[in-house]
């Protein structure tokens, strides 16, 4: 098994900057892909970013390219998503997710095996 829990969302203005963690523990030596989704309120939960086990690749959602960086410290158990130049739109739960398979459909929840509770991120205009 597998837990994870994120942190470090918040409410911040348009523009503005946050940084979300993801902290793994349990069997964390069988956790391949990484990622981040995004739930709106009244939508499907839908794909941020991605990263491989060796954090050499990282995927990207094309609305938040170049604004939003995944990385993770595989020493601490850890995935970041680093969310600069905020938009209103970005208001969500965001959850983190954690794969065991070695190249999983990295885009797609069924890609992922384990998930967080969310937390929640608002961005006010």
């Known amino acids: 098994q597998v837990q994870l829990v994120e942190s470090g969302g918040g409410l911040v203005q348009a523009g503005g900057s946050l940084r979300l963690s993801c902290a793994a523990s349990?069997?964390?030596?069988?956790?391949?892909?990484m990622g981040w989704f995004l739930q709106a309120p009244g939508k499907e939960r839908e794909f941020v970013a991605a990263?491989?086990?060796?954090?050499?690749?990282?995927y990207y959602a094309g609305s938040v390219k170049g604004r939003f960086t995944i990385s993770r410290d595989n020493a601490k158990n850890t995935m970041f998503l680093q969310m600069n130049s905020l938009k209103p739109e970005d208001t969500a739960v965001y959850y983190c997710?954690?794969?065991?398979?070695?190249?999983?459909?990295?885009?797609?929840?069924?890609?992922?095996?384990?998930w967080g509770q969310g937390t929640q991120v608002t961005v006010s205009s």
């Open positions: 997710a954690a794969g065991l398979v070695e190249f999983p459909p990295i885009r797609e929840e069924r890609g992922y095996d384990y």
């Open positions: 349990g069997r964390t030596f069988s956790i391949y892909a």
């Open positions: 990263i491989s086990r060796s954090g050499a690749n990282t």
